[in-house]
């Protein structure tokens, strides 16, 4: 049996931005919960989420969500730890940031949100079917 390989490219490379001064860092951001389905009566999603980062080595960083203000910064770490409760009806991106200038960008996780268009999805189940 012969296996298929995929390989998936992505031209964005978050460090791309990152100057002699910020030498390449592995870091990554997850969200919990990261996604929320809006049921048709919904207008946005009221949850706690809970946001933590890692590091490969300890450095300054704070944590942006789509605003130029951070939400939490923290000095010589290599994790981090934060809960939040959010309402909101658009999907928010979380992104670690270096503490100095807040333009380079280490690692990003989003809160996605997404709307159930049940109405425009169509059955699996044929309508005569009785199974």
């Not at 978050?14 to 969200?31: D, G, I, T």
């Not at 969500?65 to 923290?74: D, E, G, R, T």
């Not at 928010?92 to 280490?106: C, G, K, N, P, S």
């Amino acid at each position: 049996m012969a296996g298929i390989a995929i390989t998936l490219s992505i031209n964005a490379d978050p460090f791309e931005q990152v100057s002699p001064a910020f030498p390449r860092l592995a870091a990554e951001v997850q969200v919990s919960p990261h996604i929320c389905l809006l049921a048709d009566n919904n207008v946005s999603c009221a949850d706690r989420i809970r946001i933590s980062w890692r590091s490969d080595r300890r450095e300054s960083f704070c944590l942006i969500a789509n605003q130029p203000a951070p939400l939490k910064c923290w000095n010589n770490s290599d994790s981090g730890e934060l809960e939040l409760d959010i309402d909101t009806a658009e999907t928010i991106v979380y992104e670690l940031r270096d503490y100095e200038t807040l333009m380079v960008v280490f690692a990003r996780a989003e809160f996605k949100v997404v709307q159930d268009n049940k109405k425009y999805r169509r059955s699996r189940r044929n309508p005569w079917s009785f199974f």
